[in-house]
């Protein structure tokens, strides 16, 4: 486990919508190097930079076209490696996001894999024997190469399918997981990550990684192979390199799989989404963070904790903000009910993440799909950095932007917040203070649920030595918890604990040491 994570906070960039320095519109390396030091003065000591590699941009990135080369829009791969060394320069750490599963059609894999005569690639990707031979079971696409075959997709049209092999192969045309060519596969995406960390990258998110190993059991143990041969060549080649899945079940990903970090992920009706995006689900919003949501903290405890019981002391299930494929947290909670969220997510186990522009409240904007972005890309609009023109984010005209801009005259911005001592953004830098002064509120410091009640609040926590408890409705509430000699050690709202009681006033949120 690389040591670092311990009090590692993570800020997730989008890399189009952040900063543009060349006034084309779009967001670049030079503009997130620019903004080291906001983030760095944020609290945020690392960083997750969504792909950018070159690509078409039929999925914003997601559909890669070159593992090794930097989209031109973004810059340079120079202009990388000069990020990686100006974070590091700040105490900063840098994480790639690493699209294994497949690439763009464009790639030059996949054009080479397209070709009738036999080649080195031609089982790089999963093709059938013939073109009127569906792949059952799967998406695919056929009728566009010269190959006498179709080919399997992972998710978009845009997206082939990258061959690691089944677990079980039913059909004549589908591989075993140790046939070379499946390991050549394997072997190709460890190449790219060795290029990237022997360059200063610090780590990867991976992108969909349970989607590797076709025909898996319900176990994964195909795919978490595949990750502990990677997590084998990480331990001994780069064993301060971090590793985070998109997967949502640590049991597998950390467990089996070999991964340091797992997110726990918003899927409707799930624990997580019971937090601040019920109305997912049917019957109203019962939102926990909501004030009048009259939420049930049980809701997610009983959900987390599998999870977090299954890969204590082995990795970290970590909690996040948002993501570039969730609604943003404002769309539904005001700043206050923001407060009591981020006071919760920056206080729990795990490595937390901040999406950027939730630290000062960005809305989720109903705006039209970009590069196969549909619902999600409102949550990718540009960062707003002040009141000028376009939000500080660029200085091209409005109709040349990446998306378009918050337009209402309440649009949060940074320059205004922190400017305001009790702003959203101002208590986000309070909060992540407090957890990088606070050992006991660190990764891997204990957890231990004290007081929490189906459909009563307050909800009161242990982290190692310290007492959390919060109270997110509009009611003052009590709990009999003793404290014992702690005192306040920091505090949203207001409350007391005494005579062996906890009280919190509405909206309130209190640490006790």
Not at 208 to 224: H, I
Not at 342 to 370: H, N, Q, S, W
Request: glycine share 8%; hydrophobic share 35%.
């Amino acid at each position: 486990m690389p040591k670092w994570l311990k009090d590692a906070v993570f800020y997730e960039i989008y890399p189009q919508s952040f900063y543009d320095t060349n006034g084309d519109g779009i967001g670049d390396l030079n503009g997130i190097i620019e903004k080291l030091d906001y983030i760095k003065g944020l609290g945020c000591n690392a960083l997750w930079i969504n792909p950018c590699y070159d690509s078409p941009f039929k999925d914003a990135g997601y559909d890669v076209r070159d593992y090794k080369k930097v989209a031109p829009r973004y810059g340079t791969n120079s202009d990388l490696y000069r990020l990686f060394g100006e974070a590091h320069r700040r105490g900063m750490h840098v994480l790639l996001d690493l699209v294994p599963g497949h690439t763009s059609e464009e790639h030059e894999w996949f054009l080479k894999s397209s070709k009738e005569e036999k080649n080195e690639y031609s089982n790089r990707y999963i093709w059938t024997n013939n073109c009127f031979q569906p792949a059952k079971g799967f998406l695919y696409i056929g009728g566009e190469a010269e190959r006498n075959g179709v080919y399997v997709l992972n998710f978009f049209k845009s997206q082939p399918a990258l061959n690691y092999g089944f677990l079980k192969p039913e059909e004549d045309w589908q591989l075993p997981m140790d046939h070379p060519d499946c390991i050549a596969t394997r072997e190709a995406m460890k190449d790219v990550m060795r290029f990237w960390l022997d360059h200063g990258c610090d780590g990867f998110r991976v992108d969909m990684a349970d989607s590797l190993v076709k025909n898996d059991d319900e176990n994964k143990s195909g795919t978490s192979a595949v990750w502990w041969d990677v997590r084998q060549m990480l331990d001994e080649e780069y064993p301060e390199a971090a590793f985070v899945s998109e997967w949502n079940c640590p049991r597998q990903s950390i467990t089996a799989g070999g991964f340091h970090m797992d997110f726990f992920l918003n899927w409707a009706g799930n624990g997580y989404s019971s937090l601040m995006r019920d109305y997912e689900t049917p019957g109203g919003d019962h939102s926990f963070f909501k004030k009048d949501g009259k939420g049930d903290i049980t809701r997610f405890l009983e959900d987390y904790l599998q999870g977090y019981t299954a890969s204590k002391g082995e990795g970290y299930y970590c909690l996040l903000t948002c993501n570039h494929d969730t609604r943003r947290p404002r769309y539904s909670l005001d700043e206050q009910e923001l407060k009591m969220t981020y006071a919760f997510l920056f206080t729990m186990p795990g490595v937390p993440y901040l999406y950027y522009g939730d630290e000062i409240g960005m809305r989720y904007l109903e705006v039209p799909t970009k590069e196969g972005g549909y619902a999600r890309t409102g949550s990718r609009t540009p960062m707003q950095w002040n009141a000028q023109k376009n939000a500080g984010f660029s200085t091209c005209p409005a109709d040349a932007l990446y998306l378009p801009v918050d337009p209402s005259k309440d649009a949060p911005n940074v320059a205004a917040q922190e400017a305001d001592e009790n702003s959203l953004l101002n208590t986000v830098k309070a909060l992540l203070t407090l957890r990088h002064e606070e050992e006991d509120l660190q990764a891997d410091a204990d957890f231990e649920v004290v007081y929490a009640k189906k459909g009563e609040l307050p909800f009161v926590y242990r982290r190692g030595a310290l007492l959390v408890a919060m109270n997110p409705s509009g009611e003052s509430v009590s709990a009999p918890v003793d404290a014992g000699e702690r005192k306040v050690r920091f505090a949203i709202g207001e409350g007391q604990a005494e005579n062996g009681t906890i009280t919190l006033a509405p909206q309130s949120f209190l640490v006790l040491k």
